[in-house]
């Protein structure tokens, strides 16, 4: 979910959007765009005002044939439309099959036909696409609730969006939704066949105003050379300034790809952990207890900072001993995949490690809990590569 604003600020209740040639091609008369940053949207009753105050932060940037930018939006009510974005002006695009139909957003069908839309319509050396949207952690993201079918309610799930984009031309998928930055998304995204190669997201709170897209669109417009890397570090800077100054929120840049090695090294720690429970139970219970960050206060306590976790656990671990050798490389592997942070100034209390993890007070806590959605952890993959049996040793089970 997104968060309510601590401070006031005008709802944008509509836009003036300027309609455009009906004109579709693929940018810059044929060739090729350097880049398509494609938003797929949707609104989920409480945010319509927030897709229009999004949209109209990429219209403020200015237009150029190197980056496309293109939004698939379901609005509550409404039909689902998409539109080309440039200088003040939004251009609809009604050759999408789903365009003018009440879609559900939490299909992944959806989803693969858009991406697949976006590559065949607007292919670019690059593409960057944002699930925009409430993020609800182990549930997944993009809510509607308006799904035209008999189902009242659906999301994407970590599983549904891993398998939809699985060999998709995507170089960087970005959340912008609350709690997707959990090590249990990467890791199934990544399993499924996912091959992009960054994904950009948020281990806590993103506010309603989500990414800054007006600064983030012309530092790209600026510079259509860059890397995926270098755009996926952008937008942490940009979403890094956008929030100082009484948010407490974060965004990472993970790095995909490095994602198995860092489950492989925590499979050797959490094996000597696991076996060993009786000596380091303590410490684990001290590392996890440091681990809750600041979001625990408005009831996310059992996601904690999966980084620091393991910082205390090799502090405290034994000089030479096995568990501090294999802790080390684990936190070489971690260093290496969430390598750009950035934090707002109420942040700086805590130090965010970028990406999060679920680790509850209890079993009967992971399901019982409804809030916490426990009964989905075992459908994921990740709770099955050593996590669970070293939750469930810690729990003396």
Known sequence: MRINQIRACAILACAVMAIGALAVPVAGGGEKAKWTVALYMSSARDLDSWGVYSTELLMSAPTSEDVNLIAFWDRTPGPAEMYKITKRTTTPLTDFSYCGKEVNMGDPKVLEAYVDYINDKFGADHVMLVLWNHGDDLRGICYDYDTGTDAEFDIL????????????????????????????????????????????????????????????????????????EQLSQVVVMRYEEYYQGGWLTELSAIRLSAIPKVVDELWDVTAILTREMKDYRGLVASAKGHARMGWSQYGWEEFVDFPTIFEDIYAGAPKGSALKAETAELLDAIAYAVPYIGTSSPGYVWDFGGIGVFFPSSYSSMLSNWNLHGELYTDLTFPHDGWLEFLSAFWGK
């Open 157 to 228: 799930s970590h599983m549904e969006i891993g398998d939809a984009l699985a060999g998709k031309h995507v170089d960087i998928i970005a959340a912008d939704g609350c709690g997707i930055g959990i090590i249990e998304a990467a890791h199934e995204y990544t399993i499924r066949g996912v091959t992009a190669e960054w994904f950009v997201a948020n281990e806590n709170y993103v506010p309603l105003q989500g990414f800054p897209y007006d600064e983030i669109a012309k530092d790209l417009v600026k510079k259509p050379t860059m890397t995926p």
